[in-house]
C-alpha cells in the first residue's frame, strides 16, 4: 500500500463542482489500495479577494491580522472537499493547519514550517480515512495563525509528503506539468517530462509559476519526488512532469528552461563611501526587516564613492525604500532611486555546468533585437539578467528560439 500526498490547486477546486471531481479522483486512489492525504488551496480568487479586502482597511495593517483574514479560504475548501468524499462514501476529516500541527515560525505572511505532528493524520489514514488538510496555514509556538506566502500550499503538500514519508507528493493544478517557459508568452513552449529537483528549484525562484519555490526546496533537501499533474485530465492517462534527483534525469540537454519574473523592483543607491562595511549598512536593515535581496551589484569604486544596485520584490519595494532612504540620509549618500519598470529573464538548465559559452549566446540572443541589459547573475546551473518590463515577452521568446526550446528534440 503507498501512501500519497496530493494537493490540489485554487483552479482544481474552484467551483463545488470541481471539487466533487477531486473528491471523485481522490476516491479512485483509495480503491486502488492506496492510502491518500489530501492538501487544498483555497477557491480559486478568494486569497485575492482577502487581500483586496485587507488592502481596502489598511495595505500596512498589523500582518498578524492579516494572516487570521487569508487562511479563512483553505478553511472553507478542506470542509467542502471532506463534505464531499463522505457524500460519496469515502470517511474523510478536515484539518486546519493548527489541528495538523503545522508549527511555524512567527514570520507572518511568509512564515517557515518548523515542525509537523504525523501521529493523528497516521490514526486517521489508519481508520480508513482520506485525511484532508489546509494548505498555506500554520500555527506558531505561541498559537498566532501564520500564512507560507503565496502559493504556500505547495510547500504544505511536500512538507507534509515528507513528515508523513510518503511515496510520492503530487501536485495537482491547472496544467499539465512544468514547460520550457509559460506559453502565454512562447505558444511554442514545449512540455517537460523530467528534470531535476535543482533545476526545478532555479525555475522556481527564477519566477515560473508552476511550483512555490519554497515547495521545491523542502523536496530538494529531504529528497521527495514531486509529480506536476493536471486535475483536468482523465485520471488514467495524465501527462506529468516528474521532478527528481539528478542522477534519475538522464537527457542531458544545456538549456531545459526559460524562467521570469516581472515581480521584481530595482534600487539604487549612488555615492556611498567605499568602505568595509558598506554592503551591511545598506543592506542590513533590509534584512532585517524580512525583505529577500536577490541580485546584487556593486560597481567599482572611483574617488572613494561608489553605488549600489539590487533587486527585492515588487511587494516589499515601498518598504525597502524607505529603508534605503533612511540609510542613505545617515551616510550621507549622493542619491536613492528605484525603478519598478524590471523583470528578470533566466536560462536554466543542468547541462550548462559541462557546455562553455552558454551566457554569451544569451547576451548575443539579447542584443541582436535589442534588448539592453542592466543587470547579470549566474549560479553553475542558470544566467538571470535584469531588462525592461517591456521587452520581457520579447526577450522569452528570443531566447526560446536561440537555445532551440521549440524545437523537436528541444535543448540544443
Ligand atoms: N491560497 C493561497 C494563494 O493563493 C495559497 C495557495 O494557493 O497555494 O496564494
Ligand atoms: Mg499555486
Not at 85 to 96: I, M, V, W
Not at 289 to 305: F, P
Not at 325 to 340: K, L, Y
Request: glycine content about 10%; overall charge negative.
Amino acid at each position: 500500500m503507498a501512501l500519497i500526498v496530493q494537493k490540489y490547486g485554487g483552479t482544481s477546486v474552484g467551483t463545488p463542482e470541481r471539487i466533487q471531481a477531486v473528491a471523485d479522483r481522490v476516491i479512485r486512489w483509495v480503491q486502488q489500495g492506496n492510502q491518500v492525504v489530501v492538501v487544498v488551496s483555497a477557491m480559486s480568487g478568494e486569497t485575492n479577494r482577502l487581500v483586496g479586502l485587507i488592502n481596502a482597511i489598511d495595505p500596512d495593517g498589523s500582518a498578524r491580522e492579516k494572516d487570521v483574514i487569508l487562511a479563512t479560504g483553505e478553511q472553507v475548501t478542506i470542509g467542502l472537499l471532506a463534505m464531499a468524499l463522505e457524500k460519496n462514501g469515502q470517511p474523510a476529516r478536515s484539518y486546519t493547519g493548527n489541528q495538523a500541527r503545522i508549527i511555524t515560525d512567527a514570520a507572518h505572511t511568509k512564515a517557515r514550517i518548523r515542525n509537523i505532528d504525523d501521529q493523528a493524520i497516521h490514526a486517521d489514514l489508519a481508520l480508513g480515512r482520506v485525511v484532508v488538510v489546509a494548505g498555506f496555514q500554520g500555527v506558531d509556538s505561541g498559537g498566532n495563525i501564520t500564512t507560507l506566502g503565496r502559493g504556500g500550499s505547495d510547500t504544505t503538500g511536500v512538507a507534509l509528503a515528507v513528515a508523513l514519508r510518503a511515496d510520492e507528493c503530487q501536485i495537482y493544478t491547472d496544467v499539465d506539468g512544468v514547460y520550457t517557459t509559460d506559453p502565454r508568452v512562447e505558444p511554442k513552449a514545449r512540455h517537460i517530462p523530467r528534470l531535476t529537483l535543482e533545476e526545478m528549484l532555479e525555475m522556481a525562484s527564477q519566477g515560473s509559476k508552476v511550483l512555490q519555490i519554497r515547495s521545491v526546496e523542502f523536496a530538494y533537501k529531504y529528497d521527495m519526488p514531486i509529480r506536476v499533474l493536471s486535475s483536468f485530465d482523465e485520471v488514467d492517462n495524465a501527462k506529468s512532469t516528474l521532478v527528481t534527483r539528478e542522477e534519475e534525469v538522464m537527457e542531458e540537454v544545456m538549456v531545459r528552461g526559460i524562467a521570469f519574473n516581472r515581480d521584481e523592483a530595482q534600487l539604487t543607491i549612488a555615492g556611498v563611501p567605499d568602505q568595509p562595511g558598506v554592503a551591511f549598512r545598506i543592506l542590513g536593515p533590509i534584512a532585517e526587516a524580512n525583505i529577500e535581496v536577490d541580485m546584487i551589484v556593486q560597481n567599482i569604486g572611483s574617488d572613494g564613492l561608489t553605488d549600489f544596485t539590487f533587486t527585492v520584490n515588487r511587494g516589499d519595494y515601498r518598504r525597502a525604500q524607505k529603508l534605503l532612504q533612511a540609510t542613505a540620509d545617515a551616510i550621507g549618500a549622493e542619491s536613492c532611486e528605484g525603478n519598478t519598470g524590471i523583470a528578470k529573464v533566466s536560462i536554466v538548465g543542468a547541462g550548462m555546468r559541462s557546455h562553455a559559452g552558454v551566457a554569451s549566446r544569451m547576451f548575443s540572443a539579447l542584443a541582436s533585437v535589442g534588448i539592453n541589459i542592466h543587470m547579470i547573475s549566474t549560479s553553475e546551473i542558470k544566467v538571470s539578467v535584469v531588462v525592461d518590463e517591456k521587452y520581457l515577452e520579447l526577450a522569452v521568446r528570443e531566447l526560446h528560439a536561440a537555445f532551440g526550446l521549440g524545437d523537436e528534440g528541444g535543448g540544443a
